[in-house]
Nanobody, 119 residues
Framework: VQLVESGGGLVQPGGSLRLSCTAS????????MSWYRQASGKERELVAG????????NYADSVKGRFTISRDNAKNTVYLQMNSLKPEDTAVYYC?????????????WGQGTQVTVSS
């Protein structure tokens, strides 16, 4: 199982970035996917989540209206479009996959990608 995030970097306040997380080693279309972030000295927090078929999404209040989570099951990839970025969005962003096979549950994390919002 592997989750590889990409797309992070340095951006000015008000700018945009799109993060990608490409999965392998499991049936991506069966997994609920989510993005978390962890700022320096803070706990990891949920940013956004999307169901396996993409029919339902949820967002942290702090990013509603600015971030959009989506997925392409044909490409085994989940995205996080981040607009109107603020300095407080600076963090390491992690991709998470959760799925079940019969009665066994699985949970996997990516290695993270750094997002820095600064002028």
């Amino acid at each position: 199982v592997q989750l590889v995030e990409s797309g992070g970097g340095l951006v000015q306040p008000g700018g945009s970035l799109r993060l990608s997380c490409t999965a392998s080693g499991f049936t991506f279309s069966s997994a609920a996917m989510s993005w978390y972030r962890q700022a320096s000295g803070k706990e990891r927090e949920l940013v956004a989540g999307i169901t396996s078929a993409g029919g339902s999404t949820n967002y942290a209040d702090s990013v509603k209206g600015r971030f959009t989570i989506s997925r392409d099951n044909a490409k085994n990839t989940v995205y996080l479009q981040m607009n109107s970025l603020k300095p407080e969005d600076t963090a390491v962003y992690y991709c998470r996959a959760r799925w079940a096979v019969v009665i066994r549950r699985y949970d996997s994390w990516g290695q993270g990608t750094q997002v820095t919002v600064s002028s």
